[in-house]
């Protein structure tokens, strides 16, 4: 089955066409350029760019997959969670697709297309499986008993780990997005130079995760060091390091604990941390050393794309799922609850 495949749902544009276990086609434009001045996204902003480029990108990605509307069986598009006025866009164009050619439309969770990108590099993998899903919206642990058979174990009680690297690297003045700043950032500095501690829950055994504390360190941190002036480039890296590494321990530490928890064979990384070089080394070595298989996806699979959305639409679709063309989209949807 071929499935076209529309993702909108924050501030990167993307299409893509899967055949089969195979992608045919996969594009990202991102919307970087528009939200850099204000050091976030922008809603208002990002549904004007959305509306911009997702006709020229399904056609694009079309073209790159040598095919046209003609020879696409279903269209699948995120409908949830996200930014509303964003969501809309993509899924009224999945929508209009669909109703004017008479073929299926499915909607797709946002977090069910982080889960599974993962499955598009390496097959169909093995359950139990603990999957970490951890991107500027979330950072959510799941157990994976089924190809769509998801308990959440654990998730943020405030920031997710994306928006912690997003606000740190805005306090050092490192740029937006903050995540890939701090990881070139911290090439240069000593993760070991600054301590953070980790929280503590009061219910025992909690897989539940926690940013605000180890941002609010920083904040405090590099205001006693601003007292002498401007801070140096050496406390700057050594910050983005050393908070990088904290965050990084922390999340592989509750994959471990979960996979210990559930007896999982396997752990997979996910969402747009995930293309962290330190998480993504950290997290491939622990799990070695717990006799997990670590499947972290490549870069591109990792970060927001649509390649993931028409692989869920696809099976999705295969198994006889259908949305109805009301469906509308949602801002907030966890899975697994
Ligand atoms: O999954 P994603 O592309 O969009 C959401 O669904 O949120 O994740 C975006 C988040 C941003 O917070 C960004 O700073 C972070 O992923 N990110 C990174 C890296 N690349 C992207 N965080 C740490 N290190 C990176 N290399
Ligand atoms: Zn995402």
Redesign the pocket.
């Known amino acids: 089955m071929r499935v076209l495949g529309i993702e909108s749902?924050?501030d990167?544009t993307a299409a893509a066409v899967v055949s089969g276990e195979q992608v045919l086609a996969s594009l990202v434009a991102t919307q970087h350029d528009v939200h850099e001045r204000f050091g976030g996204v922008v809603p208002e902003l990002a549904s004007r760019r959305h509306m911009e480029n997702v006709v020229p990108l399904v056609a694009a990605a079309l073209t790159d997959a040598e095919l046209t509307l003609d020879d696409i069986d279903g269209v699948a598009a995120t409908y949830a969670p996200?930014l509303v006025g964003s969501l809309l866009v993509g899924l009224m164009a999945a929508k209009a697709i669909a109703y004017t050619r008479g073929i299926p439309f499915i909607g797709v969770n946002?977090l069910d297309g982080?889960l599974n990108a993962a499955s598009l590099e390496f097959g169909p993998i093995p359950h139990p499986h603990v999957g970490l899903v951890v991107?500027?919206?979330?950072t959510s642990l799941y157990a994976v008993t089924g190809r769509f058979d998801v308990k959440l174990l654990g998730a943020t009680r405030d920031d997710?780990a994306?928006?912690a690297?997003?606000k740190v690297?805005k306090l050092l003045g490192l740029g937006y997005?903050?995540?890939?700043a701090?990881?070139r950032m911290a090439q240069r500095g000593d993760p070991k130079a600054m301590r953070f501690t980790r929280p503590k829950f009061s219910q025992e055994g909690s897989l539940d995760f926690s940013f605000s504390g180890i941002k609010t360190a920083c904040l405090l941190k590099h205001r006693e060091e601003s007292k002498n002036g401007e801070v140096s480039g050496g406390f700057v890296a050594d910050m983005a390091a050393s908070f990088q590494e904290a965050v990084a321990s922390f999340l592989v530490e509750r994959v471990v604990e979960g996979a210990r928890k559930i007896g999982a064979k396997g752990a997979v990384l996910a969402?747009?941390?995930a293309?962290?070089?330190r998480?993504r080394s950290l997290f491939e070595s622990r799990c070695t050393e717990e006799g997990l298989t670590p499947y972290i996806p490549p870069m591109e699979l990792?970060?927001?794309n649509a390649a993931m959305i028409a692989h869920v639409g696809r099976l999705k679709l295969e198994a006889g799922e259908r949305s109805p063309l009301t469906l509308n989209a949602v801002a907030n949807m966890e899975i697994g609850i």
């Not at 991107?135 to 979330?138: A, N, R, V």
């Not at 997005?177 to 890939?180: F, I, S, T, V």
């Open positions: 749902s924050c990167e996200g946002h982080h991107s500027g919206g979330h997710a994306g928006e690297f997003d690297a997005p903050g995540g890939p701090i990881d969402g747009g941390v293309a962290n070089r998480l990792c970060t927001d």
